[in-house]
């Protein structure tokens, strides 16, 4: 199972926090970068003894972390005016390689994830910027913002110079670095640093590696200052070799600098939350929420009508309209599935299937990730995860279909563990200690589309499950913000005009997911549920959050 974990109860301390901050740097320090002050663009961000300088004078840094890929594009200059309101002046943003290249051949730098259009609000604004390119970015995205088709190399060694990581690497900056370097300070831009990859201590095993990156930015034209991040410990092992480290440690002391991580966390829209290895597997929640104080100007959160779920398809009526199967004579990883133009898969579920003819005892060793329902002719009959290892299968000489729906919960996003982040069926599942084989494997990724050509039925007084089910929610006016609340349903994603919203499940702790306004037409949205196991066809709108608390499960 999961341990699914939320910093609501860091709430209050943010705000007080930044709040604090807002009256001590308007009071002593701030003043943020306007077309009304001269700066000399010549010099950069630069440190001496005891403080940065900007321009050649003195400079505080006092920034807040906002991932665009994290928010509607539309709430990006808002939330931008509400950190500079708080009295900062610097905003930390990460670029998700995973995000932006899903498979090899093409990267996208439209709609949500067009990085220009961010930095120019940045610029539009009057914040200065610190960019975080990666290649890897932990943010407490699935695999730490590294795309998953890496897997599909059996030798792949992530953060390290292994000629197949470099070559990507390679690929991803020609594409991505040559539309950043205009908006650095020296060039008239916002940009006034760079960090160099993320917290390597925690993974170092490759000596050659950060000075690789550093020379992979300086030679596509970085020239802003560079810097890394980690802590003391980590520091030692994977840093560059700069004079930050006892310049940014005199700097804390005084307080005289800080960053806020994160000032607004946003979503983990779809399925690109990341997860912990230790001390045991945990996945993240959908929300990656820090609450902002209530300033004028909030888009307002509205309470809509409950939407009544009409329509049903079981997962089984819908596999014809989904990837084509794929047959092995053994299980397949998701990452090396024969799907998305030879990418594999890198979210989602994926069902693999099995013919029987004997019960007796299942096990699957460490070999489902991270999670399965098991079904024999269709009848649920219990489910693996990381802490449930072995299932009783009903006895039963015919033939049998053996399926095990498995779900990828999250990849780990930091430590030493990434090079065995591969998701579905990893290795062999024995019945009776003999190893199964001859599967069809079917790749549910759950991609914006991939059922619309499926049948739907009415829904009958007992639908089965595992199932999608279908209605619609009206939206008098222009569009608000809401939350949803599904009681009564188990664990399952939901979509709202083809767009995926996240997971929910009832253990918790997070019991409403964040609907933001510009994802909602205003009049009929669709509304699509997948749940695995119940539901009451009802979902609520509310117009405040639920995160609920921590939770083991």
């Excluded at 950060?210 to 092992?237: N, W």
């Excluded at 047959?327 to 990418?343: A, D, I, T, Y």
């Excluded at 994926?350 to 329902?373: F, H, M, P, V, W």
């Excluded at 007992?462 to 619609?472: C, E, H, V």
């Amino acid at each position: 199972m999961a341990v699914f974990s939320i910093r609501n109860n860091h709430r209050r301390r943010y705000v007080i926090l930044l709040l604090s901050l807002a009256c001590f740097i308007i009071y002593r320090h701030f003043r943020g970068p306007t077309g009304k002050i001269r700066i000399n663009r010549s010099v950069g961000l630069g440190v001496n003894s005891s403080q940065f300088t900007l321009g050649g004078k003195p400079f505080h840094v006092l920034g807040g972390s906002l991932h665009y890929f994290r928010l509607p594009r539309a709430y990006w200059k808002d939330r931008m005016v509400k950190i500079k309101a708080c009295g900062l002046n610097t905003l930390t943003v990460d670029v998700p390689w995973s995000l932006h290249q899903p498979e090899k051949g093409e990267l996208h730098f439209h709609g949500g994830l067009d990085i220009e259009a961010f930095l120019h609000l940045a610029a539009e604004v009057g914040l200065w910027v610190i960019l975080r390119p990666g290649p890897y970015i932990g943010s407490d995205l699935d695999l730490g913002g590294l795309p998953s088709w890496l897997l599909r190399d059996r030798e792949m060694m992530l953060r390290t110079t292994y000629p197949g990581f470099i070559a990507a690497v390679n690929v991803y900056f020609d594409k991505l670095i040559p539309k950043v370097v205009p908006f650095q300070f020296k060039k008239g831009g916002p940009i006034i640093a760079v960090q160099v990859e993320n917290k390597y201590g925690s993974h170092a095993r490759d000596a050659n590696y950060m000075p690789f990156i550093k020379e992979a930015l300086q030679e596509r034209g970085i020239s802003e200052v560079l810097l890394t991040s980690d802590d003391h410990e980590g520091l030692k092992y994977g840093g560059v070799n700069e004079d930050l480290t006892a310049v940014v440690r005199e700097v804390l002391r005084r307080g005289m600098s800080i960053n806020l991580y994160m000032f607004y966390g946003g979503t983990n829209f779809g399925f690109m939350n990341g997860a912990l290895a230790y001390p045991s597997y945990r996945s993240l929640v959908t929300s990656y929420d820090e609450i902002l104080p209530e300033m004028p100007g909030l888009h307002w959160k509205e309470e809509y009508e409950t939407a009544i779920l009409f329509q049903h398809l079981s997962l089984w009526d819908a596999l014809p309209y989904t990837h084509e199967p794929f047959k092995s004579q053994f299980p397949v990883n998701m990452e090396n599935l024969p799907v998305n133009h030879g990418n594999g898969q890198a979210y989602g579920y994926t069902l693999y299937e099995t013919t029987i003819t004997r019960g007796g005892s299942l096990k699957s060793g460490s070999n489902i990730q991270d999670r399965a329902l098991v079904f024999v002719n269709q009848t649920f009959i219990g489910i693996f995860h990381h802490r449930n290892l072995e299932l009783a299968v009903p006895d039963g000489k015919e033939k049998r279909t053996l399926s095990l729906l498995v779900e990828n919960c999250g990849r780990v996003h930091y430590g030493k563990d990434m090079d065995d982040q591969r998701k579905g069926i990893v290795g062999d599942i024995l019945l009776n200690h003999t190893p199964l084989t001859d599967f069809t494997i079917y790749s549910l990724d759950m991609t914006s589309g991939f059922i619309d050509r499926a049948p739907w039925k009415s829904i009958t007084n007992k639908p089965s499950f595992p199932g999608f089910f279908q209605g619609r929610l009206f939206v008098n006016g222009y569009p608000s913000d809401t939350f949803m609340k599904l009681p009564g349903w188990s664990k399952g994603v939901v979509f709202v005009n083809g767009q995926n919203i996240g997971r929910y499940w009832d253990v918790g702790p997070q019991q409403a997911l964040f609907l933001p306004g510009p994802f909602l037409n205003s009049g009929m949205n669709q509304v699509i549920v997948f749940e695995e196991a119940e539901a009451d066809f009802k979902i609520q709108f509310e117009d405040s959050p639920d995160l609920g608390m921590t939770v083991d499960i």
